[in-house]
């Protein structure tokens, strides 16, 4: 299934979209690889990765229909 | 005044005014259990930048998440410290050199309390809460903020 | 703004307004390298007493020793963090309850010097100001505080 | 000669006044045993004693001419 991404902050402006869809490849990790093949530019940076607004752990699996996010270090206050 | 479990906006469009936070204290008066209040405002600062001066944080967050975040420290902060009272605001949008972007609260009945819990909040949501600071240079550059 | 070793009155006659701290928030727009001020307020609390409830607290101080040990204080405090700006203010005569008594504001470029010089300073206000305060029942009776 | 003492808060209430003038009997223990035969009312009272705004020890001298107070615990704040 399709899964739609939010991007933010420093990540949304060099991939220059807010949100994106992927094919869900089933937990964070895979995720992960197939986001740095297919956005070269964020290769070098830091980010992590929420589910349904939680931080996820690498190996933590992505339900189909999850709110998924691409967020680089905070930056608040 | 303050209830529990009650999930709250803490985004404010633009800085935060003083006269906001002179509101904000004016409403605790009634509030005669309270013997300390303590504060933190975070204000913006013109650093100095390759090729320029920050003149202004444009600030935008993943509202949802940081609402939800916002929530659970909350209540974390609340059980863990006798407060009476626990205000949290961020700004969204664009805030100027000396102008206010962040304006944390907490009032309970002995300063202890009180001073220690905003402490821990102002840590807590600079680490945890889904919010990005890109500087503004005034050569029209910008900078993302990285909290350390 | 702020200049060390001038010696500055720290009392104010009757409560602190929010509007006087609104305003003092508001002078420190102009100063760009800060980046966090921590404020300290005292609120005057309607404490249970033998037969009846504190309505107000009134104040007095050995003016003289007050002001000449803020400002070793002040100085130790200014000598030891690296802040921009520190102002202190304690009410003499009738405060009510759910008033300002104490005002303690401190800045400074990274958040944590005007956090700690804050807390120092409220211990060290306590502590060390020869200012008593003298708790009017509202049953007409009155007890002497002690800060413990 | 003879000290002006100044006096604050609880123990100013109980002697019923803000100052007060007594022969100085050269130290600060000997100026409290003095204290405590004059005013029996206050023998209870905690409070300490004030030389040129300084707090003073029990040993030090009391300077002709000095500043002396009577401090009750503060409650500032």
Redesign the interface.
């Known amino acids: 299934m399709v899964l739609t991404i939010?991007v933010?902050?420093?990540i949304s402006?060099e991939i220059d979209q807010m949100e994106f869809s992927i094919e869900n490849p089933g937990n964070v990790s895979a995720l992960i690889e197939k986001l740095q093949a297919q956005f070269p530019q964020i290769q070098e940076l830091k980010y992590a990765i929420?589910i349904n607004?939680q931080l996820a752990k690498p190996s933590e699996d992505i339900p189909d229909g999850a709110e998924v996010?691409l967020?680089?270090?905070?930056?608040?206050? | 005044m303050e209830k529990l479990r009650t999930p709250k906006n803490i985004f404010v469009q633009g800085p935060i005014s003083?006269?906001k936070?002179?509101?904000s204290?004016?409403n605790?008066?009634?509030?005669?259990?309270?013997?300390?209040?303590?504060?933190?405002?975070?204000?913006?600062?013109?650093d100095e930048k390759d090729g320029g001066t920050v003149r202004a944080i444009a600030?935008?967050?993943?509202e949802?998440?940081?609402l939800?975040?916002a929530f659970e420290i909350r209540e974390a902060v609340f059980s863990k410290y006798p407060l009476t009272c626990m205000h949290i605001y961020?700004s969204l949008g664009e805030v100027k050199?000396?102008?206010?972007?962040?304006f944390v609260f907490t009032?309970s009945?002995h300063?202890k309390a009180?001073?220690q819990a905003?402490?821990e909040l102002?840590e807590r949501?600079?680490?945890?809460?889904?919010?990005?600071?890109?500087e503004l240079v005034d050569n029209d550059t910008s900078v993302?903020?990285?909290?350390t």
Request: proline letters at 5%.
């Open positions: 939010k933010f902050g420093k402006e929420a607004h996010a967020l680089p270090p905070f930056s608040g206050g | 003083p006269i936070i002179a509101n204290i004016a605790h008066a009634t509030k005669t259990d309270i013997g300390g209040h303590s504060i933190f405002l975070g204000q913006v600062r013109a600030y935008t967050a993943y949802e998440m940081a939800q975040k961020h050199t000396g102008e206010i972007c962040l009032s009945k300063r009180a001073m905003c402490e102002v949501i600079k680490a945890e809460l889904p919010i990005w600071g890109k993302w903020k990285e909290n």
